[in-house]
T-cell receptor, first 116, second 112 residues
Framework: DAGVTQSPTHLIKTRGQQVTLRCSPI?????VSWYQQVLGQGPQFIFQ???????GRGNFPDRFSARQFPNYSSELNVNALLLGDSALYLC???????????????FGDGTRLSIL | GNSVTQMEGPVTLSEEAFLTINCTYT??????LFWYVQYPGEGLQLLLK???ADDKGSNKGFEATYRKETTSFHLEKGSVQVSDSAVYFC???????????WGAGTKLIIKP
């Protein structure tokens, strides 16, 4: 079975632009989470979606938004890009909402976003 | 709030050496604890987990025991290989929440 797939793998944008990142979860997984990983740091939680509803939001500005589609794939949108948005954006899926340790999250390889 | 603290890296060892990477956490209640590994150029992979106190997670020769009395989840391996070179992340999740809380990661370098 295919794992979590993310596209594109790399992206270069300039300040002020907008970007859309895409994620396809493992087949049968209904929950998708997004994380931002700045170089040399651990991931920071951005959003979690389950059954097309937002179930959790991290401490990120309103420039960040996301949605989940009926096929459980997801998009992360970032508006008005800043230099500080340069990071690896990771998508993770799990079968159900990741409540507790019994729903481990499976990660994609990420999208490397560079802001010039 | 909830947080995870890992020992700073890089940790450099010779092949077949014993490995310990320290991880301590701050959380109310009873979080579940995880170790994830990130190999160069790859995404994060779940290495092992423990969901309650005194549980021992193990995988690929790595072990970690959930110690509630010391709020720790140290990663150990008896004999490391060059292929273990990677960045290791300790993380926790609360039953009442949906997000993983991560440590900063520890880079492990194994020399032949």
């Amino acid at each position: 079975d295919a794992g979590v797939t993310q596209s594109p793998t790399h992206l270069i944008k300039t300040r002020g632009q907008q970007v859309t990142l895409r994620c396809s979860p493992i087949s049968g997984h209904k929950s998708v989470s997004w994380y931002q990983q700045v170089l040399g740091q651990g991931p920071q939680f951005i959003f979690q979606y389950y059954e097309k509803e937002e179930r959790g939001r991290g401490n990120f500005p309103d420039r960040f938004s996301a949605r989940q589609f009926p096929n459980y794939s997801s998009e992360l949108n970032v508006n008005a890009l800043l230099l500080g948005d340069s990071a690896l954006y990771l998508c993770a899926s799990s079968q159900r909402v990741a409540a507790g340790g019994n729903q481990p999250q499976h990660f994609g390889d990420g999208t490397r976003l560079s802001i010039l | 709030g909830n947080s995870v603290t890992q020992m700073e890296g890089p940790v450099t060892l010779s092949e077949e050496a014993f490995l310990t990477i320290n991880c301590t956490y701050t959380a109310t209640g009873y979080p579940s604890l995880f170790w994830y590994v990130q190999y160069p150029g790859e995404g994060l992979q779940l290495l092992l987990k423990a969901t309650k106190a005194d549980d021992k997670g193990s995988n690929k020769g790595f072990e970690a025991t959930y110690r509630k009395e010391t709020t720790s989840f140290h990663l150990e391996k008896g004999s490391v290989q060059v292929s273990d070179s990677a960045v290791y992340f300790c993380a926790l999740i609360k039953d009442s929440n949906y997000q993983l809380i991560w440590g900063a990661g520890t880079k492990l370098i194994i020399k032949p």
